[in-house]
């Protein structure tokens, strides 16, 4: 839950933000998104591999204790340059959670009762985004009226939220650090010894994706890997400056890299790095994730309904705040909690519904994600061009429901198309892509546009719909190439160098 509130209360803040620091709508999209987005995602695959090997319970702590620092620290910022780096720190931070909150609860309860325990540790993250709204909106109308020219220190409301919920995740983190740290696979009757040294698979990770290290690690693949690498860094860095140069406007002035471009071009530049190794180091895996059109078309696909979902989710609250006027305390009650009901339901109802069209149709699952894709579109148009505020509450709530019921079609063919050794790796390539996609960049078009259409945020939300032909053609392909790739998993694994099965 504070995973969520401390990722999501940027949302309710965001006009506050805005003003007293000068912003525009595209460093607002940036902050939520890709300052989080890029470091959250890379962090994630070594700090993984650190939660296989190492004391979960230390690892859990130390995250903990990191993203609430470093939202705390968002309280005190006073431009945007210094709320960046506390993005930074809290995707890093939260980098840790679920990696070893999934594999401590695996080993905490026995399989019979290891789907449920895990849903309600997930169900955390709705009711947390859902609380982020409410949370911050009690503490920013609170805190300003008590203190109408700031209060403590000259903290305005904004400030003082970061600090409310903030503060209490470094206390949590005390209380967690108690956790009992079980043994891995005892439940199963396969205890596994502690790992002699759990930090050297973690190191080895960090040169696979995190620069510059990565320059490292393909320096020990050879001079023409490193040669590449360095070829694909500098194609990267250009893109980004070519981009920044086409967005920007021609005020006469040669612009560098904004931070949005340059973020995208590490964090894409790093996933290059990252495969490179991978099919250096396990070819078998390497095929049937990137050499695989039917996995990486279903990631794009999903990739899609995030890159719209994730901008829904953050600017309908100051967008709701701007157009009619209504207070935090509204927002909180009529966006925030039925937000945390739509996406819970959405989920649920979707994972089953995959299940049952699966039963029939090899490629069901698919099915469901493209319903995620295409059904939320009438639902945003309507919300985001009525001018009656209780419509715009019932049409966002249906918008965030149907574009959740995705999420669990996705992430189980995602699961499907590997062998069983193999599903963890698939997990992170599937976040990669939502996470860099989505998140990275669906906030900040949306963002973007508004900006430059004079702080119209109902075209730049509405401008996210420029990626639903990118995601048709994916799930189109996807539904095409899934029946077959479900049929020969073991061959093209076989024929990468996996072992036969049963050998």
Not at 55 to 68: C, D, E
Not at 192 to 199: G, I, K, L
Request: proline content about 5%.
């Amino acid at each position: 839950m504070l995973n969520f509130i401390d990722r999501q209360i940027l949302s309710i803040l965001a006009n506050d933000i805005k003003a007293d620091l000068g912003l525009d709508d595209a460093a607002l999209g940036f902050l939520y998104g890709t300052a989080f987005a890029v470091f959250y995602a890379l962090f994630g695959i070594p700090l993984g591999r650190l939660a296989d090997s190492w004391h979960r319970v230390k690892l859990m702590t130390i995250g903990l204790t990191l993203w609430s620092f470093m939202t705390a620290i968002s309280g005190f910022a006073k431009n945007g340059a210094t709320l960046t780096v506390a993005r930074i720190g809290v995707g890093v931070g939260e980098a840790t959670a679920s990696p070893s909150a999934y594999s401590l609860i695996s080993d905490y309860f026995p399989a019979r009762l290891r789907a449920t325990a895990l849903a309600i540790y997930s169900s955390g993250l709705y009711i947390g985004g859902g609380l982020s709204l409410l949370i911050g909106a009690l503490v920013v109308e609170q805190w300003n009226a008590a203190y109408p020219g700031g209060g403590p220190l000259g903290l305005v409301g904004w400030q003082a939220a970061f600090l409310a919920v903030g503060i209490p995740g470094l206390l949590l983190a005390a209380w967690v650090f108690t956790l009992r740290e079980p043994v891995r696979g005892a439940l199963e009757g396969n205890p596994t010894p502690a790992d002699p040294h759990p930090f050297r698979g973690f190191v080895n990770e960090l040169f696979t994706v995190i620069p510059p290290f990565t320059l490292v690690g393909a320096a020990r693949r050879g001079i023409p890997a490193l040669l590449i690498n360095l070829a694909v860094a500098v194609g990267m860095l250009g893109a980004a400056y070519g981009v920044t140069q086409l967005l920007q406007s021609g005020d006469g002035v040669i612009p560098g890299i904004s931070d949005q471009w340059l973020f995208s071009a590490v964090g894409y530049y790093a996933v290059y790095c990252w495969a490179a190794a991978l099919r250096r180091r396990d070819p078998a895996t390497f095929a049937l994730i990137w050499g695989s059109p039917a996995f990486l078309a279903t990631v794009v696909g999903y990739s899609a309904v995030a890159f719209m979902a994730y901008a829904t989710s953050y600017w309908s609250a100051p967008y709701a705040e701007r157009v009619f006027e209504v207070p935090k305390s509204e927002l909180g009650l009529f966006i925030g909690a039925p937000g945390a009901v739509a996406g819970f339901l959405g989920v649920i109802l979707g994972g089953r519904a995959a299940d049952a069209l699966q039963e029939k149709f090899a490629n069901g699952r698919v099915w469901i994600i493209l319903f995620g894709l295409l059904a939320p579109i009438v639902p945003m148009i309507i919300a985001f061009t009525t001018d009656n505020s209780w419509v715009f509450y019932g049409f966002v709530f249906v918008a965030q429901f149907l574009s959740s019921s995705a999420l669990g079609a996705a992430g189980a063919v995602t699961q499907t198309l590997v062998l069983p050794r193999m599903r963890a790796t698939a997990t992170a390539t599937f976040f990669l892509g939502t996470t860099l996609i989505g998140l990275a960049l669906g906030p900040y078009l949306a963002g973007y546009v508004s900006s430059i259409r004079g702080e119209d945020l109902a075209a730049g939300i509405l401008s996210t719909f420029v990626i639903i032909p990118v995601g048709l053609v994916a799930l189109v392909w996807s539904l095409r190439a899934v029946p077959k790739a479900l049929e020969t998993v073991q061959a093209r694994a076989t024929a990468a160098g996996e072992p036969a099965a049963g050998r």
